[in-house]
């Protein structure tokens, strides 16, 4: 990329590793050239950011290199705690919305006060 505009992130996002999947992980071992990613995931504390965008933003653009992710500031693809995630990727489980609001419980309503206690009930026999 040395003709062209260094890459900007696409998104940003929540540096969470419960949002990887073992296919991020295989991508990125073949991405490092057969080093482990857990090494990286649980070594040192900056790696760990990293790691975790470039799995997350790389399923979007599978042009992206790690290369470019280590060069933006953290600010640039992480996500603050004041700051809320952008729509664009559906999240990995979308919830399914038909327009429908929650129905109505259509049981008819007992109208007669209940006169049985539990303990009363108990002792019939």
């Not at 992480?78 to 979308?94: V, W």
């Amino acid at each position: 990329m040395t003709d062209q505009e260094p890459k900007r992130p696409a998104r940003k996002i929540r540096p969470d590793p419960d949002l990887l999947t073992p296919g991020d992980f295989r991508r990125a071992r073949v991405a490092l050239g057969g080093r482990d990613p857990w090494e990286m995931l649980g070594g040192h504390q900056e790696d760990q950011p990293v790691l975790i965008a470039w799995c997350l933003l790389s399923r979007d653009d599978p042009t992206l290199t790690f290369e470019d992710v280590e060069r933006w500031a953290f600010g640039q693809y992480i996500l603050g705690d004041d700051e809320e995630e952008q729509p664009g990727r559906p999240p990995e489980a979308p919830s399914s919305t038909n327009g429908s609001g929650p129905k109505r419980n259509d049981a008819k309503q007992n109208d007669k006060p209940a006169n049985v206690s539990p303990s009363s009930a108990a002792s019939t026999t």
